[in-house]
């Protein structure tokens, strides 16, 4: 049955979405068979990348120092990933398949954490294929990769969560966004970064895609510093260590993990439970942050805040008028911003 682009956009959006384009599967000609949608299904003619906006106001309580949860339950991996922006993706693939496309509606997973299975058929890609969804809305022209790595559009800057649907329905590509549209270089997210994960431009470490004649370049982020500050091993962004372990002095800037052994340090200290002691009478490793982790919904949890890569950036952008949505209320960072010392002071007593 005949369903055209601009039917399929209109209806996404009535039920919710903010974002959506199309990738004609062509311009994965690039992508590693792991991270191809054809791999998930073979007749794929097209992927729809849809996203949802991150309120600017999610980070307001981690801003002022005062507020962690609300983040965690809506913005991070709580609510908007796991039932704002899936439920209208859910009822655009219904949509789809109503008039008789078949619609694989994708959840953007974490590919790292796949465990090694062989290929269940000769000649097939084995288990878990898991697409690169930033540049599979890069590719469905949705907008660029900034220079911190994160998505950004020109409605809401880095402020969105993406997903997809991958279909054998054949729909005409959006143009692609043009390098530098939104992201302008200005190096506030490298400033910004509590665990300076995200090189300077001066340094020339970089990553770069091409998708047909565009060439797609960013910062090579160090991923443990990041996943070390962002999960809960960085004393300079967690009041929540400075109560639970006196005596702490490790600087997450000095630190060389991969991402891997970051999350492993980050998730056990975070999440794990500990005895019951008169010194510490919560029943966790750090308290603050179990708590965080169990109020969040989607099993996930934020201690760092994207304090370089989305809030320095917003306002940078905000205050240049390079993001389309604005705000009465004027700039986002409006006070001193705080950062704790890395070193917490040992207990006396
Ligand atoms: S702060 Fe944003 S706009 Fe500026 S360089 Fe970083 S990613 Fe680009």
Redesign the pocket.
Known sequence: MKLTKQELKEYSLSRGLDLFGVANIERFAGAPPRMHPAAILPEARSVIVVGGRIVRGGWRGIEEGTNWVSYTYHDYHGLLNTFYIPLPLYETACFMEDHGWEAVPYYAGVPETQPTIPPLRQGAVAPNVELAIRIAAVAAGVGEI???K?F?TRRF??RQRLAAIITDLELEPDPLVEPGT?????????Q?CAPRA?PH?REGKTVKIQIEDTVYE??DIDLGKCALSYHGGDSSVSPFIHKSFPGWNIDVTQQEMSEEAAYKFGWSLSTSPWRATDEFPGGYIIEGHAQLQKWGVGGSFGIEGSR??MR???D??EKRG?IEQTFEGGEFIKRKRWILPYKVEARKD
């Open positions: 900034g220079w911190a994160v950004m800057g880095p939104i992201c302008d270089r200005c190096m506030s997210c490298v910004g995200i431009i960013w910062g370089g890569c320095s950036c917003f940078h952008l390079l």
